[in-house]
């Protein structure tokens, strides 16, 4: 036997993010709860669930490498769930009805004032936080080009945009800045390769 879906509540609905309560049938036939925070509503939720549909991404994470500085961008960002600044890769929802690429597009010029130029391999889906909530996005890797601007940032965004090399990156592992796990393994990857 295995875990096996069957019902899901909804505890609280909001704009951003909700709150559902799963039952489902533990692999022993016992049933069990567990409470997912989620993006999705809940008929699409229940929908991913019962197998209806495939999991669809909610937003997008750009893995931009700067031409012609060949310097990865990083974001620092004001998080309210943290209360302090944290290093990011440029990311962003998808918005309904739209397209992955397009909101890469946007919002790497949103975050950055960048605009972008290739992908570098294909995007692959990642789930960020499994114990918490399915939320999936598309990890993308991709080449860009412009001038650093804060001008596209909307009113509620506190973000400063970096191009950063190697010895800029190394210095900022070294000081254990707060940063996403996203960027922190982006930072790795880009010194791997240099």
């Given at each position: 036997?295995?875990?096996?879906?069957?019902?899901?509540?909804?505890?609280?609905?909001?704009?951003?993010?909700?709150?559902?309560?799963?039952?489902?049938?533990?692999?022993?036939?016992?049933?069990?709860?567990?409470?997912?925070?989620?993006?999705?509503?809940?008929?699409?939720?229940?929908?991913?669930?019962?197998?209806?549909?495939?999991?669809?991404?909610?937003?997008?994470?750009?893995?931009?490498?700067?031409?012609?500085?060949?310097?990865?961008?990083?974001?620092?960002?004001?998080?309210?769930?943290?209360?302090?600044?944290?290093?990011e890769l440029p990311a962003g929802l998808i918005d309904p009805g739209e397209e992955a690429m397009t909101s890469v597009k946007r919002e790497l010029k949103e975050e950055t004032g960048l605009s972008l130029l290739d992908l570098t391999q294909e995007p692959v889906q990642l789930i960020s936080t499994p114990g918490l909530s399915e939320e999936a996005f598309e990890m993308v890797y991709c080449t860009c080009t412009g001038d650093l601007s804060k001008e596209f940032l909307e009113v509620d965004e506190d973000i400063e945009a970096f191009l950063m090399g190697p010895e800029d990156l190394r210095a900022l592992l070294a000081s254990r800045p707060k940063m996403d796990i996203k960027a922190y393994h982006g930072c790795n990857h880009y010194l791997s390769t240099r």
């Open positions: 036997m295995k875990n096996t879906f069957k019902t899901i509540r909804t505890l609280s609905r909001n704009r951003f993010l909700s709150l559902y309560e799963i039952e489902y049938t533990n692999k022993k036939g016992k049933t069990k709860h567990w409470m997912v925070a989620s993006r999705k509503t809940e008929d699409d939720l229940r929908a991913y669930y019962q197998r209806v549909r495939p999991l669809k991404s909610d937003a997008v994470v750009i893995y931009a490498v700067h031409e012609p500085s060949d310097k990865l961008v990083l974001i620092r960002q004001h998080r309210m769930p943290v209360n302090d600044y944290v290093y």
